[in-house]
């Protein structure tokens, strides 16, 4: 049963400090997205890669926030110093396109980042 | 104004009933359109996709794309107490873009 993986689920941590997520896409899929959803702001686009080179990181705060995918298998989501407005549940999504387009999304289970 | 609007909802709706969900976006080159359902607690999962004007039927849903007027619309007919969930609109503006998601339509039916 294919499905993109999060980790970690829950995140506890004080203002300051560096949080990593991680994500592993569907084998296959090209193209992973990051998103971060509350209820006042709904789901954001924060960065997506392509066939992992970085397409858009416009929605994500350059000075504290960074995305990577080292590999195939692994996308990375790291915010470096954490502040209490990041609390928020941050997804990732993969899929699959045709022609440069994004198709269906799979988004894994959440992160959900709580910062004190 | 947002790239993506839906009204937020509540939507109540009867059991049995149709539930009409719209959303507009504001870029006419948008070409990609999908609806996604967001159960509370859950990530958003596709129910529907749709690339030309007109409508697309998927059992009981149903989505309405007219990109003149830049509204994309789905009808849940027969509508169940297990379709109470929060609903996304999703617009693509070309190969290679973004995906830009509303703020969603929460929908509640009530047996």
């Known amino acids: 049963d294919a499905r993109v993986t999060q980790t970690p689920r829950d995140k506890v941590t004080e203002m300051g400090q560096e949080v990593t997520m991680r994500c592993q896409p569907i084998?296959?899929?090209?193209?992973v997205f990051w998103y971060r959803q509350t209820m006042m702001q709904g789901l954001e686009l924060l960065a997506y890669?392509?066939?992992?080179?970085?397409?858009?990181d416009s929605g994500m705060p350059k000075d504290r926030f960074s995305a990577e995918m080292p590999d195939a298998t692994l996308a990375t989501l790291k915010i470096q110093p954490s502040e209490p407005r990041d609390s928020a549940v941050y997804f990732c999504?993969?899929?699959?396109?045709?022609?440069?387009?994004?198709?269906?999304?799979?988004f894994g289970e959440g992160s959900r980042l709580t910062v004190l | 104004q947002k790239e993506v609007e839906q009204n937020s909802g509540p939507l109540s709706v009867p059991e049995g009933a149709i539930a009409s969900l719209n959303c507009t976006y504001s870029?006419?080159?948008?070409?990609?359109f999908f609806w996604y359902r967001q159960y509370s607690g859950k990530s958003p999962e596709l129910i529907m996709f749709?690339?030309?004007?007109g409508d697309k039927e998927d059992g009981r849903f149903t989505a309405q794309l007219n990109k003149a007027s830049q509204y994309v619309s789905l009808l849940i007919r027969d509508s169940q107490p297990s379709d109470s969930a929060t609903y996304l609109c999703?617009?693509?503006?070309?190969?290679?873009?973004?995906?830009?998601f509303g703020g969603g339509t929460r929908v509640l039916v009530k047996p």
């Open positions: 999504a993969s899929g699959w396109g045709l022609a440069g387009f994004t198709g269906e999304l799979f």
């Open positions: 749709i690339y030309s004007n």
């Open positions: 999703a617009v693509e503006r070309a190969a290679g873009n973004k995906l830009t």
């Open positions: 084998l296959g899929h090209n193209t």
């Open positions: 870029d006419r080159g948008s070409q990609s």
């Open positions: 890669f392509r066939n992992r080179a970085p397409l858009d």
